[in-house]
Each structure stands twice: as structure tokens, then as C-alpha cells.
């Protein structure tokens, strides 16, 4: 519809809902899903939106999840993200997990323990070979910096450490 000279506040904008009902309801009350574009800016002159992406569960209306700025920042877990990805948890530990089909038996995680203020990189892959390589580029060909071994190996200089501390020229 046409809003004409309807001014929109920070955080107003169209949206579209989704309403999932169970079985025997045909009007289900809570909105179960929403993605919208709001305004950022309480500034009437400040046209920039951010998409944001809303889910719920059971028998509550949906909050949100995401948020796309109108920087190109992506927040996950927060309302306002701070970097070009940027993930939040209000209740838990905060984890990026990247894998691949098989789900979690292998990949990547990264996450941070709130309540000890400690943060990890865990490759997921049980094995003495689940290494972890930190490379830097010379003249646009990767150089392995440093290695942690899954036998818990460090090389520095040597993407095959051969004891604790691997030290090469």
C-alpha cells in the first residue's frame, strides 16, 4: 500500500508474516515466522533499512534471529551486528560451526564460553591427523606459518610437526 508521507520510525517497515497452525486449528494466534525491512535511523531524512529475519517456537510469536544491515553487516543472535558477520547468543555460548554433510562428527567450531571467558577452536575430526594450519601468502603462494597436530604437535615453519615444539627455518 501506499504509504505516501507516513513517516516511519527506527525499526517500522513492511513486513510479511507466517502463521503455522497444528491439526486442529485453523487461526493459529502467534506469528511463527516474519521477515521485514525496518528503518535504522530514527532520522526522518535517513532512508536505510536492514532485512531481518524472525522466528518462534511453540506457542510464542516469533522473535528475531538475523539481521542484514544497510552496511552489509550480517548479525545472528543479535539485533545489532558490529562486524560483517557477527554472532551473538543471549543464553548460551556463542559458536560458529562450519562442517560438511556429515554433520557433526567433522568440521570446525569455534565458540566462546561465557561463563569462563574462555574461547576455542576445536577441529572436530577424531583422529592424530586433525590438524590445524595457519598459513600466511609471499607473493601470492601460501606459506604454512604454524601447525597444531592432532597428536598435539606445534610447528612453526613445518606443516609436519615431529615433536612438541617444531621449529623450522
Known amino acids: 500500500s501506499d504509504l505516501g508521507s507516513r513517516d516511519m520510525l527506527a525499526g517500522q517497515g513492511p513486513a510479511i508474516e507466517f502463521r503455522v497452525g497444528s491439526d486442529?486449528?485453523?487461526?493459529?494466534?502467534?506469528?511463527?515466522g516474519l521477515i521485514a525491512s525496518v528503518k535504522e535511523s530514527a532520522v526522518d531524512s535517513d532512508e536505510a533499512s536492514a532485512m531481518t529475519f524472525w522466528t518462534g517456537a511453540n506457542?510464542?510469536?516469533?522473535?528475531?534471529?538475523?539481521?542484514?544491515?544497510s552496511a552489509g553487516l550480517v548479525g545472528i543472535g543479535t539485533a545489532a551486528p558490529q562486524e560483517t558477520l557477527h554472532?551473538?547468543?543471549?543464553?548460551?555460548d556463542a559458536t560458529l560451526f562450519i562442517?560438511?554433510?556429515?554433520?557433526h562428527n567433522e568440521g570446525l567450531k569455534i565458540w566462546h564460553d561465557f561463563s569462563h571467558g574462555v574461547s576455542y577452536l576445536d577441529n572436530l575430526y577424531d583422529s592424530v591427523n586433525s590438524d590445524i594450519h595457519f598459513r600466511t601468502r609471499v607473493a601470492g603462494t601460501p606459506v604454512h606459518a604454524?601447525?597444531?597436530?592432532g597428536e598435539g604437535y606445534v610447528g612453526i615453519g613445518t606443516a609436519s610437526p615431529t615433536e612438541k615444539l617444531h621449529i623450522t627455518d
Open 24 to 32: 486442529t486449528v485453523a487461526e493459529y494466534s502467534n506469528v511463527s
Open 59 to 69: 506457542d510464542a510469536d516469533a522473535t528475531e534471529k538475523m539481521r542484514i544491515t
Open 87 to 92: 554472532v551473538g547468543a543471549s543464553s548460551a
Open 99 to 103: 562442517s560438511g554433510t556429515t554433520g
Open 146 to 149: 604454524m601447525t597444531l597436530s
